[in-house]
């Protein structure tokens, strides 16, 4: 893309900019703009404001780091209620995590890929083949007392070093082998595996003791010594607070069953685990939708601020942009003060008194430059932020001119600034040269009117 289209973009979304724009600037925006033709494609009628949406993206971006001044959006080349919907595309293609990209071949790595260890004593290699050392177990024990190894996944650990028996042999070392109703010996299924935080179980004796004097994990429920009946209170457990005064009860047969309390730490009823996604419970209020992400609302909208309240220091940066003297800040704040709090829109009022003061001091280089007067008017739109169209704002002006054209402070500019040439006369001179007399006919009256005259005074004396 030409670097003087970009500038030209650039100068459409951020006119106030003065100097040469930065060449971080320029570049970012051929950037964006390459990046959105190969991610978005052909715009079809929209195409045509490209250059300036990323124009405008770029300057957003770089703002606070190269203190730039607000882009606007007027001269985006595309209807209002399309430049929302075009600015969110945009956003999305350039800040996505993953772009579309053509499918690359595989290729060797330069280093050796890292594979996750495993632990000492594996049974079986990564192919699923026996390891060496178990297959020489294999070979000088009986065959039909040690069977085939489960195979084992990566980094789950073996269950006793001690190889594994048949279900024959378990049977004959067992000695509840008669006494389980619900065992079947010829069941070529073997015993579960040990999981985490249970005892080994190496040789019968141990589970001998084990069965002996069952111990209470962590997490299970205390035995009751006796069944409870019906209609007998249910004892309560040390450490456990009475739900209430009187005695627990079991309900009767075809009685309704009781709803308990919700213990300490127990979910609430609402919090159901079916809405995990959600994040919400169906019993509470939705949420209202979330609001464009940033500050991109208050920013690309000049609505949003027609009804704030501006403030002196606003006022007074105003005038210095637009190099008023002090005598003239003063003035404008103090009309300001007198006639903004009785107009809705202050920004209207505002633009007014700044015209009417700058056009009564830089009238004479309005009148020797062509085009000073809508430049001028051009700038102050640009820089009021009360939403008004330019055709608003110079009627606001035209009102402005008749409500404060005897202000003394508009009237001391105009003798100051204006009529400076025309009022100065000579110290103790009471003739203005209006009055004074030129040319030789003019003179010959003046001398008979003046003889005349000190003959009268000659004749009175």
């Known amino acids: 893309m030409s670097s003087q289209l970009i500038k030209n ?3 459409d979304v951020i006119p106030t900019f003065e100097g040469p724009f930065p060449p971080q600037l320029v570049s970012y925006t051929d950037t964006l703009y390459n990046t959105t033709s190969q991610k978005l494609g052909n715009l079809k009628s929209l195409e045509f404001a490209r250059l300036h949406v990323c124009a405008y993206l770029a300057v957003e971006l770089l703002r606070a780091k190269l203190d ?3 882009p606007r959006t007027n001269k985006v080349p595309v209807p209002p209620r399309k430049l929302q919907p075009l600015l969110q595309d945009f956003r999305a293609a350039i800040f996505s995590k993953s772009a579309p990209v053509s499918p690359a071949k595989r290729s060797a790595p330069s280093t050796p890929l890292k594979f996750p260890k495993r632990p000492h004593g594996s049974s079986s290699t990564a192919d699923g ?3 060496p050392l178990l297959q020489r177990l294999l070979e000088e024990g009986n065959q039909d007392d040690v069977i085939t190894p489960l195979k084992r996944g990566p980094g789950r650990p073996r269950l006793s070093q001690t190889p594994l028996l048949s279900v024959s042999k378990r049977s004959e070392m067992s000695p509840f082998n008669d006494e389980s109703p619900f065992r079947d010996v010829d069941s070529p299924v073997q015993s579960p595996r040990r999981g985490p935080g249970r005892p080994r179980r190496d040789s019968a004796v141990d589970s001998l003791e084990a069965d002996a004097s069952p111990r209470r994990g962590p997490g299970r429920p205390r035995k009751q010594s006796s069944p409870v ?5 249910v004892k309560r457990g040390p450490g456990r607070p009475r739900k209430d ?5 079991l309900p009767s047969k075809g009685a309704l069953p009781l709803t308990p309390k919700r213990g300490p730490g127990r979910p609430k009823k609402s ?3 079916f809405y995990a996604e959600i994040g919400t419970s169906p019993l509470k209020k939705p949420q209202t939708p979330n609001k464009l992400a940033g500050d991109f609302a208050q920013i690309l909208s000049p609505l949003k601020r027609i009804n704030e309240k501006v403030r002196s220091d606003e006022v007074i940066a105003l005038c210095n942009k637009f190099k008023l003297p002090q005598e003239a800040a003063l003035g404008i704040l103090a009309s300001f003060r007198k006639y903004g709090n009785r107009i809705k829109n202050e920004w209207a009022i505002l633009c007014g008194l700044i015209a009417i003061a700058y056009f009564r001091i830089f009238k004479t280089y309005i009148a020797a430059n062509v085009g000073a007067r809508n430049r001028f008017l051009e700038r102050l739109h640009q820089y009021q932020r009360g939403g008004l169209i330019k055709p608003q704002m110079v009627q606001w002006i035209k009102f402005t001119e008749e409500l404060c054209a005897c202000e003394k402070w508009v009237r001391n500019l105009e003798l100051k600034y204006n009529y400076r040439l025309d009022y100065d ?3 103790g001179s009471m003739i203005l040269p209006a009055m004074r007399y030129s040319g030789a006919a003019i003179s010959s009256e003046y001398e008979e009117w003046k003889h ?3 003959n009268d005074l000659d004749l009175i004396e």
Not at 245 to 249: A, E, G, K, M, Y
């Open 245 to 249: 005064n009187s005695p627990l009860v």
């Open 452 to 454: 005349k005259l000190m």
């Open 129 to 131: 083949t026996v390891s």
């Open 271 to 273: 919090e159901s685990p």
């Open 229 to 233: 009946k019906d209609g007998e209170p």
């Open 425 to 427: 006369v000579i110290k």
């Open 9 to 11: 973009a650039l100068l």
């Open 68 to 70: 730039l001044p607000e």
